[in-house]
């Protein structure tokens, strides 16, 4: 028999995310519409909706370490979708931000030449220091 019951912890992890997503979780019921439409889904090791998935069940450590998170970006087509209307870009960067509130940055700009600089676009630049660092 599966044990699904959900403990204190994995209840605050839920609680906290929805929190800081704004998003009612426990409402998705897995038709799977923003994955079907998600641009990027071939470059993630989960889909959308197992994203959400996983925080139901109170998965914290599976999913903060998905790569989904961060090839997310926030294109909104899921959300559009969603006939719960749960905004799942916002649900991303939640994850994203339990992470990077640790002071773990998925991006190092000390690691950027500076004739590299020249090159980017600025706008890129700018947003990828948002998602990317803390
Ligand atoms: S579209 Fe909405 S209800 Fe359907 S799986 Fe995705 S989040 Fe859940
Ligand atoms: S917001 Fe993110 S998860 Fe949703 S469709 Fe766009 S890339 Fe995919």
Not at 27 to 56: E, F, H, T, W
Request: glycine share 2%; net charge negative; hydrophobic share 40%.
């Amino acid at each position: 028999m599966v044990d699904i019951t959900l403990d204190q912890d994995k209840k605050d992890f839920i609680a906290e995310i929805e929190k800081l997503s704004g998003q009612k979780i426990m409402r998705c019921y897995q038709c799977g519409r923003c994955s079907a439409g998600c641009p990027l889904a071939d470059y993630m090791d989960l889909l959308p909706n197992q994203v959400i998935k996983y925080v139901q069940l109170g998965l914290d450590k599976e999913v903060l370490e998905c790569n989904t998170i961060w090839v997310c970006a926030a294109c909104y087509r899921c959300s559009v979708v969603c006939p719960k209307d749960i905004d799942i870009a916002r649900l991303m960067e939640a994850l994203r931000l339990l992470i990077l509130r640790d002071d773990i940055e998925k991006m190092d700009i000390n690691k950027i030449k500076k004739e590299e600089y020249a090159e980017l676009p600025q706008i890129a630049l700018v947003a990828s220091m948002r998602k990317y660092t803390s």
